[in-house]
């Protein structure tokens, strides 16, 4: 890639332009034509290294969502990968080393009810235990950390406000959560898909990210066809009471790209803070993680480090239940 293509992706990884030719208006930022942008963003989407231009959505928010893992033997590796890539909802999947719940994923799903299926099909199909971690509180869920330059610190998160959203509005992010059309005028396309006016596309959009339901509009990257490979998942084992705090100081940790408490599970899971870690080099990774632990809210507090080893999916999360 040239410095115009990686000007595109770290510039825009979030706040894409809500009018009604966005490519035009980021080729002005970047100095060339809305033509060069929509072709370099077509050819680096066949690249894989963009997944699309488009949206995230707040997990557990218009649909339902949560991490799961599997202790999966090592010759089944392969087979049960394959198995959990079967179901629709599954949108990431990690090996990951460093403990024994080994295969990683995010199940997604319209509402709790399809969730539950699909871990109970995922048991079924694997004849394993499915480990469910839902998400408790978020304290950074934005993944669109600056590619180039210094580590920076990520923002806190926000709540969402649930009473803007409408019914709707779960047609409409999951078409973001698919990609947009890589066109002049992309949200007259997807209005004419959802068969809704444009102006009303951009509104909603724009009132979705504005209420945190959207956690990021713009282009969604692939880091590790990117370089930044080293993609560190770390575990906090500490009281609920002292949570709160370690995940606001955790957040603020610049490298530290996601942070967020989940659900323990007595007996196989009692860990509930998580923060992710993506680095180009472990000892970049482990760099980060030295400062995090250095923490007066971490320090001393028992944690595991599980490097992912090998990607299986990644793609956009299931909202609508027509995708599903």
Wanted: glycine share 6%; hydrophobic share 50%; charged share 20%.
């Amino acid at each position: 890639m040239d410095d115009l293509d990686l000007r595109l992706l770290d510039g825009f990884q979030r706040d894409l332009p809500l009018q009604t030719r966005p490519f035009a208006a980021m080729a002005s930022r970047l100095g060339t034509t809305e033509a060069e942008v929509i072709a370099r963003l077509t050819h680096l989407r066949e690249q894989g290294v963009v997944a699309r231009v488009g949206a995230t959505s707040r997990p557990n928010t218009a649909g339902a969502s949560t991490l799961a893992a599997l202790q999966v033997p090592t010759p089944r590796i392969d087979e049960v990968a394959a198995l959990v890539g079967t179901e629709p909802g599954v949108n990431h999947s990690y090996l990951r080393e460093g403990s024994d719940w080994n295969l990683w994923f995010v199940a997604t799903a319209p509402d709790a009810e399809a969730l539950a299926h699909s871990l109970a099909r995922i048991e079924a199909a694997t004849d394993l235990q499915v480990l469910s971690l839902p998400l408790v509180r978020a304290f950074n869920i934005d993944l669109g950390f600056p590619l180039m330059g210094p580590r920076r610190a990520m923002a806190l998160d926000r709540p969402a406000d649930l009473d803007v959203l409408r019914p709707q509005d779960k047609a409409l992010m999951q078409a973001l959560s698919t990609g947009l059309a890589l066109v002049p005028r992309p949200f007259m396309a997807l209005g004419q898909a959802l068969k809704r006016s444009e102006a009303e596309v951009i509104s909603r959009i724009r009132a979705l990210a504005e209420a945190r339901l959207l956690t990021r509009v713009g282009v969604i990257v692939k880091h590790r066809a990117l370089g930044w490979s080293e993609n560190a998942m770390v575990v906090w084992r500490l009281p609920e009471t002292a949570v709160e705090a370690a995940g606001k100081a955790l957040a603020a940790v610049p490298g530290v790209t996601l942070c967020y408490q989940r659900r323990t599970v007595p007996g196989l899971w009692d860990c509930p803070l998580f923060c992710m870690i993506h680095g180009r080099s472990r000892a970049e990774a482990m760099e980060v993680l030295a400062k995090a632990s250095a923490l007066p809210e971490l320090a001393g507090i028992p944690h595991h480090i599980l490097f992912s080893t090998r990607c299986f999916r990644q793609r956009g999360a299931t909202i609508a239940r027509e995708a599903a």
